[in-house]
């Protein structure tokens, strides 16, 4: 059996991504040291292939090679030379406490869980910008509706986002956001903001519209026929 927290070191860049990869391949883990059975820990390992570059590419083909060759064993840690008095200096399979607290941040810090707050952190302070621009360019349009248009248009990046857009949608998006931070700190003519503006409604229902349209095709491609 393989143990997933020493088999990630080398082909991953931390726990967390060597778990998330396992759970979209639907592996099996075993007992509560989270093992994979050889033919698993293959499946991985090729999956991995398929993205890994430069050295991770190289150690995965040297954990196949060695798989194949039945010489691959699990990778367990070595015994103290002497007793080693269970200090808290000094716990978790001997490795220092410290070190420990910093890999479990690291898992963290890289879970996808982790990227969607910074990614929502972000979107809620450009949706301030845009109602503010909204509520200081129109006067018949209060902070509210302000935050409501500001909301629906973050909505849209987180949108792109989730559902993978093309990458040429994310850049114009991000040249948009670019654009609306320059309107709010600087003072441009409120004609440059209302253009702005109108130009950022008319991009979210396209990108929503694409997204539907991609959705509803993907949908009937999958469809039994």
């Known amino acids: 059996m393989f143990k997933t927290i020493d088999i990630w070191r080398g ?63 699990p990778v367990e840690p070595e015994p ?12 978790n399979n001997g490795k220092p406490a410290f070190l420990h607290l910093l890999e479990q941040l690291a898992d963290w810090a890289t879970s996808k869980a982790m990227i969607f707050l910074t990614l929502v952190g972000a979107l809620m302070i450009q949706v301030h910008h845009v109602a503010q621009l909204v509520n200081n360019i129109s006067e018949s349009d209060n902070l509210l509706l302000g935050y409501v248009f500001g909301s629906v248009s973050e909505l849209t990046a987180l949108m792109l986002t989730v559902h993978q857009a093309r990458k040429s949608m994310l850049i114009v998006f991000a040249f948009i956001q670019c ?19 109108s130009a950022l409604i008319a991009f979210v229902i396209y990108a929503y519209s694409e997204l539907y349209t991609a959705t509803q095709q993907e949908k009937f491609a999958n469809a039994p026929h």
């Open 11 to 73: 082909i991953y860049s931390s726990h967390q991504r060597c778990l998330e990869a396992v759970q979209r391949l639907g592996l099996t883990l075993r007992g509560k040291d989270n093992a994979l059975a050889p033919d698993d820990y293959l499946q991985l390992l090729q999956y991995r292939l398929k993205t890994a570059k430069a050295e991770k590419k190289a150690e995965v083909e040297r954990r196949i090679a060695a798989l194949a060759a039945r010489k691959v064993k």
């Open 80 to 91: 103290p030379a002497e007793p080693v008095l269970n200090t808290p200096a000094q716990q």
């Open 179 to 197: 654009w609306i931070n320059i309107l709010y700190y600087c003072h441009l003519p409120a004609l440059t903001v209302k253009l702005t503006l």
